[in-house]
Nanobody, 115 residues
Framework: QVQLVESGGGLVQPGGSLRLSCAASGSIFSTSSMGWYRQAPGNLREWVAVITSGGYTNYADSVKGRFTISRDFAKSAVYLEMNSLRSEDTAVYYC?????????WGQGTQVTVSS
């Protein structure tokens, strides 16, 4: 059974930084590409970043150059380092496999960027 638990969100001022973590259990982690996704109020959930098992990364244009995804196989964890945060980054952030599986969604972690 796959379980994904996100953490690390919070309230941050524009221009600030946060580091999100995702702890993965089950068989998902060792071979899957993993992604971060986000959903802002009133919007559909959108893809943010992906990292393959081989370490290849890619990002949505809106976060390219500001966010960095990484993974730790020993800890079965995926991270999202977010810098130069903007108000439009405010959302609930989720991790999932890439492509996302509907039955893997966790509770997410709230990120609020506001002065």
């Amino acid at each position: 059974q796959v379980q994904l638990v996100e953490s690390g969100g919070g309230l941050v001022q524009p221009g600030g930084s946060l580091r999100l973590s995702c702890a993965a259990s089950g068989s998902i982690f060792s071979t899957s590409s993993m992604g971060w996704y986000r959903q802002a109020p009133g919007n559909l959930r959108e893809w943010v970043a992906v990292i393959t098992s081989g370490g290849y990364t890619n990002y949505a244009d809106s976060v390219k150059g500001r966010f960095t995804i990484s993974r730790d196989f020993a800890k079965s964890a995926v991270y999202l380092e977010m810098n130069s945060l903007r108000s439009e980054d405010t959302a609930v952030y989720y991790c999932n496999s890439y492509p996302a599986q509907s039955n893997y969604w966790g509770q997410g972690t709230q990120v609020t960027v506001s002065s």
